[in-house]
Nanobody, 121 residues
Framework: QVHMVESGGGLVQPGGSLRLSCAASGSISSISVMYWYRQAPGKQRESVASITSTSIPTYADSVKGRFTISRDNAKNTVYLQMNSLKPEDTAVYYC???????????????WGQGTQVTVSS
């Protein structure tokens, strides 16, 4: 079984910065694409950013130029650097990954439990 744990959320003023991290653990053979999603109250969960196994990033239009996704394959960890934060960035942020596990070599997607980000003055 794979477990993914997010950290780094908290309260920040508009214009401030936060860095989220998500570490995957378990019998992991490889991790393909990794994602950050977010869900605000009353809204559907939406994709914020993704990163391929070769570190090619993709961003939602709402965060382009402000957020940076990165990964450390040796640590099975994905990061989200969030700068110039806005109140509308307030949400629970979830990591998501496509992972192949040992010994079965099955491939599935996995979700973290989420970390709260609140942007308020």
């Amino acid at each position: 079984q794979v477990h993914m744990v997010e950290s780094g959320g908290g309260l920040v003023q508009p214009g401030g910065s936060l860095r989220l991290s998500c570490a995957a653990s378990g019998s992991i053979s490889s991790i393909s694409v990794m994602y950050w999603y977010r869900q605000a109250p009353g809204k559907q969960r939406e994709s914020v950013a993704s990163i391929t196994s070769t570190s090619i990033p993709t961003y939602a239009d709402s965060v382009k130029g402000r957020f940076t996704i990165s990964r450390d394959n040796a640590k099975n960890t994905v990061y989200l650097q969030m700068n110039s934060l806005k109140p509308e960035d307030t949400a629970v942020y979830y990591c998501h990954a496509v992972i192949t596990t040992r010994p079965t070599m099955f491939t599935n997607s996995y979700w973290g439990q989420g970390t709260q980000v609140t942007v308020s003055s």
